[in-house]
């Protein structure tokens, strides 16, 4: 395999993932909003299951403290809830794209450029399920969502989710597999470190899966926290999305018990690490700092 050409560094669009931080109150992830603003973010991740699952009156409040923050939500994630099966035998397919389809709707009014397709409660193969029939079921309901996302301008980010919390697209191969299987300009991939870090994956897969990179996830993987010092697995990882010349938003997506404390200093360390991070090694693997 042969590296990327490196590209002129960037500073990728820095957001925050708010459902992680934000109360239990608060399923939707916004309360952080008017803190991102003061502390130099760009864009606002939040909750799209919960978005949906809101009334008419409570989206419109939510659409307008958005717009008053001055911090767009440019990404949702959490996707699709458990209840809204996608792989088994009991899938309903109309309903998952009725419910994608008003999902979307709404992510759209807000302003989303991404939604993250992670879903793991909904995705999972339930048991005796076999796991290339859910594969194709995850394939046909792409390729219907790509064509639902397209009129909005919305990319569908695929996450593998490590072991732990899935049985089906732990590693970025398997998400780049899917992707390739979909074949819809609108159906790509994300790629999260925390998940990277916990498969131990090789990052000669960021170069690979390079073109079709459009979005990432981002923490420390010892508590998956937010990532406050800097350490020789961040600078690398930095350094291999710019030769795969990666230049979209980074989400922090993690969590933290002094939100007021580390968000600044996570946002300015990440910001630091995607203009000075060095030039990539290849057929490296991340090595866990824990």
Known sequence: MKPSQPVQPNRL???????????????????IIESLTRFGFDYIELSLSDT?????PEFNRLKQRIGNSGIPCEACNNFFPARVRLTGSEVKLSLALEYAKAA???????????IVFGSSGAKNVPPGFPKAAAWKQLV???QRLGSIAAPYGITIAIEPLNQKESNLINRAAEGLELAQAVNHANVQLLIDYYHLMMEQEDSGIILIAGPVIRHVHFAQVDGRIFPTEANENYLRFFGVLRQAGYAG????????QNFAV?????????AGLTSAGRAAETNWC?????
Request: charge should be positive.
């Open 13 to 31: 669009r820095l957001g925050c993932c708010g459902s992680m931080i934000s109360p239990a109150t608060d399923r939707v992830g916004v309360e």
């Open 52 to 56: 949906a699952a809101l009334s008419l």
């Open 104 to 114: 979307m709707e709404r992510a759209a009014e807000l302003g989303a450029r991404v």
């Open 140 to 142: 046909e309901l792409l």
């Open 249 to 256: 938003r980074c989400s922090i997506e993690a969590y933290t």
């Open 262 to 270: 580390d968000a600044p200093r996570a946002r300015k360390l990440i």
């Open 286 to 290: 991340f090595q866990p700092t824990m």
